[in-house]
């Protein structure tokens, strides 16, 4: 049997893979996949030459969703298997699947969605919910790009929202004191099944819980009740799903549902002994699985 070859899909800034992720090549050679990064948008990329593909750190997609969708058909036309696969993408890309976790009884953090054609007013939308401190982001992002904390009377809110509109739709949520009291919860499953558990905190004065915003993070047991609200949001999401991760803040003993990462989330594996490999045995199931034929 000749060895399989897997694609790790990153962007250009992170040409080598993110420091979280490397581990899993190391993973992956020891189990007989010869896996390497991949740039998505790198025109010398052989994909077909590939027996599996699967996205990481591609922080930059949401920049260029048009060419990132071009080459998410691009896979499917070549028939090289996607994880997660292009469907799942393209349904979590927009934040809008939201919606429909809420509407299958998933608690998500309360949110106002704007249209890009709205002409919103923000004063009068906080206003109308009772909200004094909130966050608008937009409905295509990563990173927290975009994403402002604003209060309401401020005019530099009203000036964060246009700027999300020029380009998209955009969310209104209330500002959550769980986020600087306790924590942002991330709940990470590796096919399909739970694998490990962290607590995101920002840094003093931000909101924004990322480590490329000074936010910190730590390895936590699972609440045992917050984990089954976790992979309730994670059924109700598209599938299937190779990894995911599950963010939410904890109020009244509830998990609010923040964010179901799909697409290139961060997944922690060096907070976990043994994700990595957990990671790469899962990886190696779907890459020696039989290739589906391309599409004519």
């Not at 709940?187 to 840094?203: D, Q, T």
């Not at 004065?205 to 992979?231: K, M, S, W, Y």
């Not at 799903?241 to 799909?262: C, H, K, P, T, W």
Request: hydrophobic share 45%; with cysteine.
């Amino acid at each position: 049997m000749s060895v399989r070859r897997v694609a790790l899909v990153t962007c250009s800034s992170v040409r080598e893979l993110s420091d979280d992720d490397k581990p899993l090549l190391a993973e992956l050679w020891s189990l007989g996949i010869r896996a390497e990064p991949a740039v998505w948008d790198d025109p010398l990329v052989d994909w077909k030459s590939f027996d599996a593909v699967v996205i990481r750190s591609a922080w930059d997609y949401h920049l260029s969703m048009e060419a990132f969708g071009a080459w998410l058909s691009r896979l499917e036309a070549l028939g090289v298997p996607l994880w997660n696969p292009a469907a799942v993408v393209r349904a979590n890309a927009d934040k809008s699947y939201l919606k429909e976790l809420e509407a299958a009884g998933v608690l998500i953090v309360p949110t106002l969605w704007v249209g890009k054609e709205d002409g919103a007013n923000l004063d009068r939308l906080l206003a109308s919910r009772g909200w004094n401190d909130a966050v608008v982001k937009p409905a295509v992002s990563a990173n927290a790009f975009r994403t402002s904390r604003v209060k309401r009377g401020d005019p530099t809110g009203q000036a964060a929202l246009d700027e999300i509109l020029a380009h998209c739709a955009a969310l209104v949520q209330p500002y959550l004191d769980e986020i600087a009291s306790e924590g942002e919860w991330s709940f990470i499953f590796i096919g399909g099944e739970f694998s490990h558990c962290v607590l995101k905190r920002p840094r003093s004065g931000d909101f924004r819980v990322q480590e490329n915003h000074g936010g910190r993070t730590e390895r936590r047991a699972a609440p045992l009740e917050l984990l089954a609200q976790a992979r309730n949001a994670l059924i109700a999401g598209p599938r299937p799903s190779l990894y995911a991760r599950v963010d939410g803040v904890r109020r009244d003993g509830e998990l609010f549902i923040v964010e179901l990462e799909l697409i290139e989330p961060m997944l922690y594996l060096s907070h976990a002994p043994g994700a990595a490999r957990r990671f790469a045995e899962a990886i190696k199931e779907r890459a020696s699985a039989p290739r589906p034929s391309p599409k004519l």
